[in-house]
Each structure stands twice: as C-alpha cells, then as structure tokens.
C-alpha cells in the first residue's frame, strides 16, 4: 500500500491509503515520485473551479521520480534512472495526432487532470511518457520541466525569432518560463503585471523593460518602447478578457497573439486590428515536441530556477501548501511538494 493525496471535491483533500500501481503492460515504467510542483491548474482543481477536471483526483502533473522497475520490452529507461513526465496521453490517429499537435487530441488525457497524477508516492506511466534527464541535476530544477515547456510551446506557437519584440503579459511562472525561452530564442521581451515584486523579479530573470499595469497604460508604453511600431509577438500569461483584448491593439502588423487562457467569458474584439495588420492570433495548450528542447537546456543548465521556486512543503503538508498558495498570492511563485 502507499499514500496519496486526492482531492475529493471543491477544497476537499485528503490522505488516502490506496494500492501500489500494477503495470498493464510490458512498456510501463514504476517511479517513485520525488518532487510534484503546484501548478494554477491544480488550484483551480481543488477549488472546483477546473471545466476539464473530473472528481476524485490525485492531482500533479509537475512532477520528477526516480526510476524503481521497469516493464519487459523497456529498454530505453534503466532503474535508477531520474525522469521526469510528460503529462499527456493520446490516441495517435485522429486529426490533431495526424498533424503532430498531440497536445489537441480529441481522446487528449492528462495525468493529474483527466487521470489520477503525481501527488502520491509511487506512480506508473508508459515509458515514451517518461524523460530521462541528468542524475547530476538538483530535483528541485528537474521538476521545473513540465513548465518550462509550456512557456516552449507559447514562444513556439508564437513563431519567436531573434530580433522580435515580445510583450508577455504576468509575471506568474509560466510567464517568467516563457520569458526564459523567449530570451534564448534572441528576442527582447516587455513584461507586464501589478505587482512589483514580480515585476523586479521579471527583471532579475531577464526582461529588458517591465510595465506596471496599476501605475502605467500599457498600450503607451509598448508604443514608447518600440518606436510605435507595437511588438511582433504577445504572449498572455495573465488569461482574462481584457488582457486578451489588448493583443491585438498592442501587436504590430504581421504580428501574432497568443492565448493560453480557459477563460468562457466573451472579450470585445475590433475586427479591423485583426485585417489592417493582418494578425494571427493563436491558442497554445500544454505542449507538443518540447521535452526533449527542454531537457537538453536544463542538461546543459542554460535554464535554472535563479529564485522561481518559493516555498517547498513535505508530502505529508499539502493541504497546508494549498491553503497558504490561497492566501499569500503576492508571495508566491513555485510551491514544491518534496517525497523525501
């Protein structure tokens, strides 16, 4: 037997004393879990507030373990190995498979958000689910993968090439993730958020100009910053209607506007932006091809936390982490859930 935390409804979590993972098939691989981050999706999980998440779940789909057992035809993965998961699975044949966005798919499941995840001791998953990465490597800087690979796939879906200009709006994680990609890709990055904390932070961990959108009208000082041309690229990190509608006021022509938001409330969008400067205007959702981008920069320590992560909290205190990520918005960055 061993533990996990499964929430059981809407700020309902509890300890569970549940069976060890068996594996189905010879290509699965049993990890003992090391280091779950906590991610938004997982708040919005515990607060009832996920449109995708079903109930009762074992959340945590940041998550690093080392490798205990190994299925008969596994030959890629050895025990001992440390890994980290790719988070979703999918059917391979339907359109979006068929057009390498896996990510898409329409029998799509994600590990700790359809099925149960990470926040329990031991797990199994079929190996093309697993990566290995350097042993050498602090778990608390391998965990940060799964993320990394989001604020990947946003500068991805945005077409980032050295030279653009990129406006990231929030300096949450993943917008401080996308700002790392953005910067190795040779772009120069705007910012934006309320809080000046993170606005230091974004500047610390590269930005080239922040804007404090409590203080300062954003859309003048993208216009002074970029000699009124506007940014080639927007990234919205921050996910509400009006931070949508600002993409294309602030996007130069030919620019792109990426949304990485859930939100079902309408936004009031011009059509004339959109065909005057003949935008593109594009979703991007979890990842697809981005793992291996990633390991290798963290392998190669072009990408580190440098202050990401915030706080850490044992297994055992994970309500807690929840409740203090509730109620300390300002102070948080990245909560991790050690398995020591």
Request: include cysteine.
């Amino acid at each position: 037997m061993m533990l996990a935390v499964v929430v059981r409804k809407s700020h309902d979590v509890v300890f569970s004393e549940v069976e060890m993972p068996k594996f189905i098939s010879g290509n699965e691989v049993l990890v003992k879990t090391k280091r779950v981050g906590i991610c938004g999706s997982d708040m919005h999980i515990y607060h009832g507030t996920n449109p995708l998440a079903t109930y009762p779940r074992v959340i945590g789909h940041e998550v690093a373990g080392e490798v205990i057992q190994v299925g008969s035809n596994v030959s890629s993965i050895k025990v001992g190995d440390h890994v980290v998961v790719d988070p979703i699975s999918y059917c391979g044949t339907c359109y979006a498979c068929r057009k390498g966005r896996p990510n898409v798919c329409k029998e799509l499941s994600v590990f700790g958000v359809h099925e149960d995840g990470g926040m329990r001791e031991y797990f199994v998953l079929p190996d093309k689910q697993l990566h290995i990465v350097d042993p050498s490597l602090e778990w608390d800087e391998v965990v940060l993968a799964e993320p990394y690979t989001i604020g990947a796939q946003a500068v991805w879906r945005g077409g980032v090439e050295a030279g653009d200009t990129v406006l990231i709006q929030g300096c949450g994680p993943i917008g401080i993730c996308a700002l790392k990609l953005a910067k190795l890709h040779g772009a120069y990055v705007i910012m934006t958020d309320l809080n000046k904390e993170r606005l230091e932070f974004a500047l610390e961990s590269g930005a080239d100009k922040v804007i404090n959108v409590s203080k300062e009208i954003v859309e003048d000082k993208v216009m002074e910053y970029t000699n009124n041309e506007g940014v080639n690229v927007v990234i919205d990190a921050v996910c509400l209607p009006s931070t949508f509608e600002l993409g294309p006021k602030v996007a130069s022509t030919a620019g792109i506007v990426v949304c990485l938001g859930f939100d079902e409330k309408p936004s009031q969008i011009s059509q004339l932006p959109i065909t005057k400067k003949e935008l593109t205007i594009v979703g991007s959702r979890l990842q697809t091809n981005q793992f291996e981008k990633i390991i290798n920069l963290l392998n190669g320590r072009q990408i580190q936390s440098n202050g990401l992560i915030t706080h850490k909290f044992s297994f055992r205190e994970i309500e807690q982490a929840l409740k203090y990520i509730e109620q300390n918005p300002d102070r948080v960055r990245k909560v991790l859930i050690t398995f020591e």
